[in-house]
């Protein structure tokens, strides 16, 4: 499988669409052997569509990591049949489960618990450092602005989610917005919500990230091009062939913007497709990056 496939499609939607969408120029992606501040500024800008590197943890340590997160089976849990995502399972929680509603049961619990779990996940892989741990010190080391969890209301996010999806399973579309699940002043200044991946395994086929660069500028539009079949995905067959195709192998670490769509086609084989995860709420070149899950 080769690090990385970038093809240059413009597509066609299958259909009329009936809400707004905007196609933006096509940006490079960025492969690199280490974290800058130019470039992840070039992506939350919108002049790259997202940075890729390969070997940035050792194959060895992957393994390792991703056997001590699976002994932890009290600490994951699976969605739930009919939401379209019933191969993937996670470690930790997500902001968007509070789904604009602050005082949602959800969204209590995943502020109440966010302390608890920041602790577990990271006593889970004692004595190692936690992926997401190292991406936020090298990001606070460079960024002009440095790198902070994000708090709402003085309340700590969690930071640092996983995901193993099965064969068989892959993500629908669908874009990440903080503002959107959470409006709240806190949200409200991002600019731009950027996603980071590193992965610790891989199927043995699919897998693969697919990304695209198209703005979809509001949430009714977005509810407008929803899936018939997962309710937080977007209808593919809606939208133009992805811009860009990324095939992951194991250690590697990717940032792309999490405003816009993206995708996770389908694990086939051997294997499982396993990551941790997090976001990073950019608010301008000179503030500091938000960081949580």
Avoid at 186 to 201: D, G, H, K, R
Avoid at 220 to 232: E, M
């Amino acid at each position: 499988m080769s690090a990385l496939a970038v093809p240059r499609v413009t597509g066609t939607p299958a259909r009329p669409l009936r809400a707004t969408i905007t196609r933006l120029r096509t940006p490079p992606v960025l492969e690199r052997t280490e974290l800058s501040a130019t470039d992840l500024l070039a992506v939350a800008e919108g002049d790259a569509l997202a940075i890729v590197i390969p070997g940035y943890m050792l194959r060895e340590q992957c393994e390792a990591l991703a056997a001590q997160l699976l002994a932890a089976e009290d600490l994951w849990t699976r969605y739930p049949a009919g939401t379209g995502a019933e191969h993937i399972g996670t470690l930790g929680t997500a902001l968007y489960s509070c789904v604009g509603e602050e005082f949602s049961d959800d969204c209590q619990d995943y502020f109440d618990g966010a302390p608890a779990r920041n602790r577990q996940l990271r006593k889970a892989v004692v004595p190692c450092i936690f992926p997401a741990d190292r991406v936020r010190i090298e990001l606070d080391n460079e960024w002009p602005g440095g790198a902070k969890l994000l708090r709402v209301a003085g309340r700590p996010a969690f930071f640092g989610l996983c995901r193993c999806v099965e064969s068989g399973g892959g993500i629908e579309v669908h874009t990440d917005r903080a503002d959107w699940d959470l409006p709240c002043p806190e949200t409200a200044p991002f600019q731009a919500q950027l996603f980071m991946n590193i992965y610790l395994s891989q199927a043995e086929q699919g897998g693969d990230l697919e990304l695209w660069d198209i703005e979809i500028p509001g949430k009714a539009d977005y509810d407008a091009l929803r899936s018939p079949i997962a309710s937080f995905a977007l209808d593919r067959t809606r939208l133009p062939a992805p811009t860009a195709t990324v095939c992951v192998a194991p250690g590697t670490l990717v940032i792309a913007n999490a405003s816009k769509p993206h995708a996770v086609t389908a694990c086939v084989g051997a294997g499982r497709r396993m990551s941790v995860s997090g976001f990073l709420g950019y608010c301008g070149p000179h503030e500091y990056l938000r960081v949580f899950s």
